[in-house]
């Protein structure tokens, strides 16, 4: 089948690339781009481990055809802060908010894009921000509690 072209920006850095019709956004930024951050888990939308933002909203790559993104912006947890952890990081690792860590990549990209718009959420909104992230470890209290608190100010907890 014949590929298609496109381009955009993965992690502030500009891509072209060729891909299958078929190839999903997952299968582009883990296979093509070599991001692993993003998970393959249920590979049908329902675990929220391979979410990236896509224009600063969190999606679920899996569920996205690579073709879909000509002309966007992606972003994986390495973009975040590619120096350094960014003080939400910092906090969710101070407060123990994840165990084996499936999970915190695209939960740390749901919690970006919530906090970005609203710095100061309620547990509800925090709930309704992760409800897409399944985590099958923590019980999500510590990272509903760090949501709520997110104190990113200093990037220290008090
Ligand atoms: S792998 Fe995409 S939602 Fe589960
Ligand atoms: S910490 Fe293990 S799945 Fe969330």
Same mark, same amino acid.
């Not at 718009?117 to 985590?135: D, H, M, W």
């Given at each position: 089948m014949k590929k298609i072209n496109i381009n955009f920006e993965l992690n502030n850095e500009g891509w072209n690339l060729d891909v299958e019709p078929s190839d999903t956004l997952l299968e582009a930024v883990r296979d093509k781009m070599g991001v692993k951050s993003p998970k393959i888990a249920c590979d049908r939308g329902d675990c929220g481990a391979c979410t990236v933002l896509l224009d600063n909203k969190a999606v679920r790559s899996c569920l996205i055809l690579a073709a879909e993104i000509d002309g966007h912006k992606i972003t994986t947890v390495e973009g975040l802060c590619p120096q350094e952890p960014t003080p939400l990081q910092k906090h969710f690792a101070? !407060? !123990?908010?994840? *165990? =084996?860590?499936? =999970?915190?990549?695209?939960? #740390? +990209?749901?919690?970006?894009? +919530? +906090? *970005?718009?609203? *710095?100061?959420? &309620?547990?509800?909104?925090? *709930?309704?921000? #992760? &409800?897409?992230? +399944?985590?099958?470890c923590t019980g999500y209290e510590k990272i509903i509690e760090c949501m709520v608190n997110p104190d990113l100010k200093s990037g220290e907890d008090k």
């Open positions: 101070r !407060n !123990n908010a994840f *165990q =084996c860590g499936f =999970c915190a990549p695209g939960m #740390i +990209l749901a919690a970006h894009e +919530l +906090l *970005q718009n609203n *710095q100061k959420p &309620s547990r509800e909104e925090v *709930q309704e921000a #992760i &409800s897409g992230n +399944l985590c099958r």
